[in-house]
């Protein structure tokens, strides 16, 4: 009769539960295996980190990506790209749900000059303050500390010739406050001349969370 340690015994279970749990993690497809890596991922993953993960090529983590964006369309969920990250936000259709859920009734307007910074560097990025104040006319510092304390715009690196001004580039933040997919949801700018042409500046600044 063979005779076992106690380390072995332990081993020997250690082994036979990761092998059992690889066998149910094989039980899920593919957009589900996707949906689980994204869910504990709050900052969100790299197609190349989710690929690795899971021993699939990009390819097909793009397909299931695509699946999955398609079957949340209808859903509370959406899956948001930034650069190349992608997480999983609520749908900006359920925003006010939310807010009253977690007591989020404090909010505040962007001012017009905040919003037309963060227009420019949404259609510019990455851009330098004094490449937005040529475009706006006027001293644009206080504004842009302003987008950076709210986490709307973040620093990403600096610029080649004279001072090496810092370049700014929106954050996945100015993506949820504005109920964006990715950068290319944004409206074309043809589109937004024509709509401010229609309005004539009558509507009032987009809302956004303190």
């Known amino acids: 009769m063979p005779t076992w340690r106690i380390g072995q015994i332990n081993t020997t279970r250690t082994n ?10 094989h039980q899920l497809d593919i957009q589900a295996q996707i949906e689980a890596l994204l869910f504990v991922a709050p900052e969100g993953a790299t197609v190349s980190q989710m690929a690795t993960a899971l021993g699939r090529t990009p390819r097909v983590i793009e397909n299931a990506l695509e699946a999955l964006e398609a079957d949340y369309s209808t859903r509370g969920i959406r899956l948001q790209r930034h650069g190349a990250e992608i997480r999983m936000t609520s749908a900006p259709e359920a925003a006010e749900l939310i807010e009253i859920l977690l007591e989020l009734d404090a909010t505040t307007r962007l001012s017009k000059a905040g ?19 040529a475009i706006r006319g006027v ?24 001072g090496r001004p810092i370049l700014y580039i929106t954050t ?9 997919a990715s ?28």
């Open 16 to 25: 036979y539960s990761m092998a059992e749990n690889q066998g149910k993690t």
């Open 172 to 180: 996945a933040e100015f993506l949820n406050h504005f109920g964006l």
């Open 183 to 210: 950068l290319k949801s944004l409206p074309s700018l043809e589109d937004e001349l024509v709509d401010e042409n229609n309005n004539n500046g009558e509507n009032e600044p987009e809302m956004l969370k303190d």
């Open 139 to 162: 001293n644009s510092d206080g504004v842009v500390r302003t987008l950076i304390s709210r986490e709307l715009i973040s620093e990403a690196g600096r610029a080649e010739g004279p």
């Open 115 to 133: 919003l037309e910074t963060l227009g420019i560097i949404a259609y510019e990025q990455p851009v330098t303050r004094p490449q937005i104040e």
